[in-house]
């Protein structure tokens, strides 16, 4: 074998090897970005809790919303709303996420489970009815044809 063909052959195999190298690389960087999209969506979750701890009131005024949400006034409806809309915005993340391959699927599936019962309370269905326009597309849709597949 010639210089000139022993060259090409290690360029070769070292193109190969970088290449391997590469998607080994990226393999680790995924899952890398995954456990920091759990993390951050479970540091939000614990956010939003630890808001409805630290307030008395929070509580009085969700428990009304969730029983007559049309008896808030306009001042509650927008507190009520500011705590119900991080709910959303938490399962719409986690949707996504899920989605993308960022977010574990038995994990998102027992939020999931936990953020539809949520869906079965007064209070979330009306935000939801006045407020969905404020989520994307997809996150509407996903909620829309559950809350459809409920009324069947």
């Known amino acids: 074998m ?3 063909k022993m ?9 190969i090897l970088s290449l391997i190298l590469l998607s080994f690389q990226i393999y ?4 890398v970005l995954k456990n920091q999209t759990n993390i951050s969506l479970l540091e ?28 808030l006034t306009k001042e509650e409806k927008f507190k009520y ?4 809309s991080r709910i959303f915005d938490i ?9 993308a391959g960022l977010f574990d699927a038995e994990t998102f599936s027992g939020w999931n489970a936990s953020y539809s019962n949520m869906l079965s309370l007064h209070g979330p269905q009306s935000y939801w009815k006045e407020n969905q326009m404020d989520f994307s597309e997809a996150f509407r ?6 809350l459809s597949s409920r009324l069947e």
């Open 2 to 4: 010639t210089i000139s």
């Open 7 to 15: 060259a090409d052959v290690i360029g070769s195999v070292g193109l």
């Open 28 to 31: 680790q960087n995924t899952a």
């Open 44 to 71: 939000f979750s614990f956010e939003v809790r630890a808001s409805m701890l630290e307030d008395d009131e929070l509580i009085t005024l969700k428990y009304k919303a969730d029983q007559n949400y049309s008896s």
């Open 81 to 84: 709303g500011v705590y119900i």
């Open 91 to 99: 399962w719409e993340q986690a949707l996504l996420a899920e989605r």
């Open 141 to 146: 849709a996903y909620i829309n044809s559950y």
